[in-house]
């Protein structure tokens, strides 16, 4: 079952790479939030997650990711941007689970 979930989570982080960042959204604050800080971020929290390698401050990472994309995603108004930051959301909770499953 981790080995899925792993998998899954590679694909997400490829097709991530492969899409091009919502155009307007560089330099942009959505909800107080950075929206280039917020991708990066995102995409870090799911790489090391990925590489086994979150420390002693994963918690309090995933929590503050959540929370910004539960405050940034229903203000974007724009379809791309919306799917694109859904998708990276979907990726931190992929990632939170596999962490979970890791911990058991």
């Given at each position: 079952?981790?080995?899925?979930?792993?998998?899954?989570?590679?694909?997400?982080?490829?097709?991530?790479?492969?899409?091009?960042?919502?155009?307007?959204?560089?330099?942009?604050?959505?909800?107080?939030?950075?929206?280039?800080m917020?991708?990066?971020?995102?995409?870090?929290?799911?790489?090391?997650?990925?590489?086994d390698?979150?420390?002693?401050?994963?918690?309090?990472?995933?929590?503050?990711?959540?929370?910004?994309?539960?405050?940034?995603?229903?203000?974007?108004?724009?379809?791309?941007?919306?799917?694109?930051?859904?998708?990276?959301?979907?990726?931190?909770?992929?990632?939170?689970?596999?962490?979970?499953?890791?911990?058991?």
């Open positions: 079952m981790l080995d899925e979930k792993l998998g899954a989570l590679a694909q997400m982080m490829a097709e991530h790479m492969a899409r091009p960042f919502p155009p307007g959204f560089r330099g942009l604050d959505v909800e107080d939030w950075d929206m280039v917020l991708d990066s971020d995102a995409y870090a929290y799911a790489a090391c997650v990925y590489e390698l979150l420390g002693e401050q994963a918690h309090g990472r995933l929590t503050r990711l959540t929370s910004a994309f539960r405050k940034v995603l229903p203000a974007i108004g724009d379809e791309y941007a919306a799917k694109y930051y859904t998708h990276l959301y979907d990726m931190v909770v992929l990632s939170a689970e596999i962490e979970s499953q890791r911990k058991k």
